[in-house]
C-alpha cells in the first residue's frame, strides 16, 4: 500500500519501483537544477570579469588619448620627459604609462660605433686600452637651434682628456 495516496498495489516490487522512478526523478531534476546554478553564477564571474576588463581598457584608452592630445616635452639634454610636473626617464614612462615590461640591448649601429670609437682610441704602440674613460670619447654633436635659442642654457663642457701614465708615446 502506498502510504500517500492511499493505494494498493497487487505486487511490492511495482511499490518499490515506483517510489526508486520517483526518487530517480527527483535526482534528476537535482541535478539540473544544481547545475544550472553553477552555470548561472559561471556566467556572472564571467560578466563581472568581462566589465572589470572593459573598465580597465576604457581607462587605458582614455589615458592614452589624454597624452596623445598633449604636447610632450622632452628635455633635450637629459632625454627625460616631463609628464605631470615631474621629469621622468623613457624607461620609468614606458613601464608606468604604458605598463611595458622592457629590456635594454645594443643595437648593431651603436655596437659597431663603440667599436671603431676603441679602436680610434687605442694607440698603437704597447699600451693595453684607451687613453681616456669611455664617457670622455663621446664627441659633443654641434646643435642647429643653439643660435636662434639665447635664453636656453649651453652645453656643457667638452671632457678633458687625461693621458694614462703607462702609455710611453703619452710622455713628452
Known sequence: MDVLSDHHYSYEVIRYWNSFTCFLAFAIVGFAVHHLKRSRDKEQKSRRELEKALAELQDSTREIRQLQSQLQVVCAWTQRLRLEGKWVTLDEFLTSKLNLRISHGISPEALARIKQELNEDTPPDSCTGPSKPFAMRRKQQPRDDQS?????????????SIPSPECSHDKR
Not at 636662434?148 to 678633458?160: E, I, S, T
Open 148 to 160: 636662434d635659442a639665447p635664453n636656453r642654457p649651453h652645453d656643457p663642457p667638452a671632457p678633458v
